[in-house]
């Protein structure tokens, strides 16, 4: 089956006793040429209520307009059955037949998925292709079935899990593999006790209680409960216990925001500026950098090459890289959830030769490392892409001039890192002056590396010999955090202060919002703690909103940020009139904004790329499942906030990645988001 076949694959779920397990395979129209005998689908899959209606037009497709209602009118069909007159999964009660139907459906064999009848004449359903992509999803999916993610997605399987099938840092003895569980975790809590260099006296001490309380703990032979373990694990700052546990958020819709909310430091500067700290042999002090699952991936992958990170405040992370980076540790589970081919220009400083798994992030389509092989291939570096890794080879490394060859961030990222230790003046040509680029060129230059041009697309880089000194810097203000509470503002027509605002990198979407009919005022600028970013405090005002004459695309800075893009599609539900969305960067980004039509918002998707977003509708509260992808994520929970009613927001992992306390930040505005844990 061809890629263009294939729009996404998305997961959905079906609760019982905690278990959840409806697959959803989401396949462009196109791929239905494909597709022979379509036997009638549940329409609780295809639209998130439970009439169980049949479908039973020729190629499965209602005579509805099918765009109009959901990506995922494009299902090709777990629950079918000949006769389907009975939905395993009601989303309105909860009532599940999950044993009878959902678990014997997805015991596939190897010629596809299999009714649950034995007796039952089964269909010719797919051809070859089709099966082949089926048995593929399954075996990638299966384990991030509503919440419970792939090992690469859903960051459960972090330093010190030990009852989850992830890498775990600290492996546990041969000899206690019959041991009780209780022992173990006694194990992994003395083994990281010892590691923070606390002792039991001190240990007791932060936890409140005795210090032969913590010695049992440790020999597990003290019960702990849930709210134990996470005390433990706040005091010795890792997760002590991972049971796959899924996060939800139930959502109360329709409610006014109120009040006043800062930004938190940005999340693709610190991440950036973790991979920047490996540049200095001596100790990086960062400050504002939020405690989000991607900075937490990010600190994961530096600490198994050896490095040494704590965090020494509230927002404050101390890096000390090893004398030597240890390439053969690499975590592969933790690099498959970021995007590790960011770290290649500080590493080629490190060694001449070394792999990389290959990366992760959100699942939008396909991502390309051209901008960085290219550039990086001028200062002398060799990149060779493996089936599940990248070879990278340094040779003798010499300063260069070049065109960088698109306008990436990242890509632009990892070439200053590259010529920022190579002795020489290095000329960057079409580098992006985003918010990221230009906070990883401010703590360049505290390590004495001489920048010209930041701000501007040419950079003139002075690199040096060595860097071996402590530094200390502080991130910038996060404008696409900002990006969120202006669209939850809007859609809520509320009215809410901002604090601590980039103004610079959102003038554009500023812009379009006050074209759109946004009120708001803009205080007196000040800086930001680096002492270069400016910021503002910016209210926004309840306002009727209209849609745009023109469409809304994204486009490198100071173009309209790639990443704020999705968040106009949640306004666009509000605004009268039609708002075209061409979101023409990734593949299959714009599906995911079919997903508001399960709160009663109109997307039509005109293509992978297009979306006609028809306003302003009523929204009314539903179940969704968090795409993998962070900002369609976003926008999804936005869209509950002004939605009537109480809506789910299953498995909010990737909202974790990027936003920091997001539902208590959002509850102190007036929201009501209850924070769901479940295992």
């Keep these: 089956m061809s890629k263009d076949a294939v729009a996404i694959s998305e997961v959905a779920f079906c609760r019982r006793q905690g278990l959840e397990c409806i697959i959803q395979i989401i396949v462009h129209l196109d791929a239905f040429k494909h597709v022979h005998n379509l036997p009638p689908v549940c329409s609780n899959v295809l639209y998130g209520g439970c009439s169980c209606r049949t479908r039973n037009s020729r190629h499965g497709l209602n005579t509805r307009e099918p765009l109009r209602h959901t990506a ?4 090709v069909p777990v629950f079918s059955r000949a006769n389907a007159n009975h939905c395993p999964h009601d989303l309105k009660t909860g009532n599940t037949d999950l044993e009878n139907n959902a678990v014997k459906t997805v015991r596939n064999s190897e010629d596809g998925v299999r009714p649950p009848a034995e007796d039952e004449e089964r269909k010719p359903l797919f051809s070859y292709e089709i099966k082949s992509f089926w048995q593929l999803l399954l075996r990638i999916h299966f384990y991030q079935i509503a919440g419970r993610g792939t090992e690469a997605e859903r960051g459960q399987g972090s330093k010190g899990d030990i009852l989850s099938n992830g890498h775990s840092t600290y492996d546990i003895p041969v000899a206690m593999a019959r041991t009780s569980e209780q022992e173990k975790i006694g194990f992994l ?11 039991q006296k001190a240990f ?10 913590v010695a049992r703990i440790e020999n597990g032979h003290q019960n702990l409960t849930l709210n134990e373990l996470g005390k433990i694990s706040k005091v010795l700052e890792r997760k002590i216990l991972g049971l796959n546990e899924s996060i939800d958020f139930r959502v109360t819709g329709g409610r006014k925001l109120r009040g006043s909310i800062t930004m938190n430091g940005s999340k693709n500067g610190a991440v950036n500026m973790i991979c920047a700290s490996l540049l200095n042999r001596g100790k990086t002090i960062l400050h504002d950098i939020p405690r989000i699952e991607e900075v937490y991936r990010y600190i994961e992958l530096v600490e198994s090459m050896g490095a040494s990170v704590r965090w020494t405040g509230t927002d404050t992370i101390e890096i000390q890289p090893p004398k030597e980076l240890n390439f053969s540790n690499i975590n592969g589970d933790v690099a498959a959830r970021t995007r590790s081919f960011t770290f290649i220009g500080a590493l080629i400083h490190w060694g001449k030769s070394f792999r990389l798994p290959h990366s992760g992030g959100c699942k939008m389509g396909e991502r390309t490392i051209s901008a960085h092989r290219h550039g990086l291939e001028k200062f002398g570096v060799r990149i060779k892409t493996r089936e599940s890794h990248y070879e990278i080879t340094a040779g003798k490394l010499r300063p260069a001039e070049f065109v960088l060859y698109e306008s990436s961030d990242t890509g632009a990222i990892n070439v200053l890192l590259a010529a920022a230790k190579i002795p020489g003046v290095s000329i960057i040509k079409f580098a992006p002056p985003n918010y990221q680029v230009q906070d990883v060129c401010f703590l360049l230059e505290k390590m004495g590396v001489r920048i010209e041009g930041i701000g501007t697309t040419t950079l003139t880089v002075h690199g040096v010999a060595e860097i071996d000194q402590t530094i200390e810097h502080y991130n ?20 809410v202060c901002i604090k601590r605002v980039s103004v610079n990198f959102l003038l554009l979407e500023l812009e379009k919002l006050r074209i759109m009919g946004l009120g708001f005022e803009m205080g007196d600028k000040y800086l930001s703690r680096n002492g270069r970013t400016e910021l503002v405090d910016l209210t926004i005002l309840p306002s009727k909103l209209r849609a745009p004459s023109d469409k809304l695309h994204a486009q490198p800075f ?5 990443d704020n893009l999705p968040f106009f599609a949640v306004i666009a539900t509000q605004a009268e009139g039609q708002t075209l969305i061409h979101d023409w960067v990734y593949e299959n980004r714009a599906i995911y904004f079919t997903e508001l039509n399960r709160l009663g918002a109109k997307v039509t998707l005109l293509d992978p790329h297009r979306a006609l977003i028809e306003g302003p509708s009523r929204l009314k509260g539903a179940q969704i499942v968090c795409p993998p992808a962070l900002r369609p994520s976003a926008v999804i929970l936005i869209a509950m906030l002004a939605a009537e009613g109480v809506s789910t927001l299953r498995n909010v992992y990737s909202i974790r990645r990027g936003y920091a306390e997001i539902a208590e930040r959002l509850n102190k505005l007036g929201a009501k988001v209850e924070v769901i844990r479940s295992m």
Excluded: H
Excluded at 190 to 199: A, I, N
Excluded at 204 to 213: D, I, P, R
Excluded at 558 to 562: K, S
């Design 189 to 199: 809590i003395k083994k990281l006790r010892e590691e923070k260099g606390m002792t």
């Design 558 to 562: 100071p173009g309209l940020n790639i």
């Design 72 to 75: 995922l009118d494009y299902v």
């Design 476 to 495: 910038s203000e996060d404008p696409i955090e900002a990006m969120f509470f202006i669209a939850a503002a809007a859609v809520t027509e509320s009215k």
């Design 204 to 213: 007791a001490k932060e936890l409140g209680t005795s210090q032969s309380a």
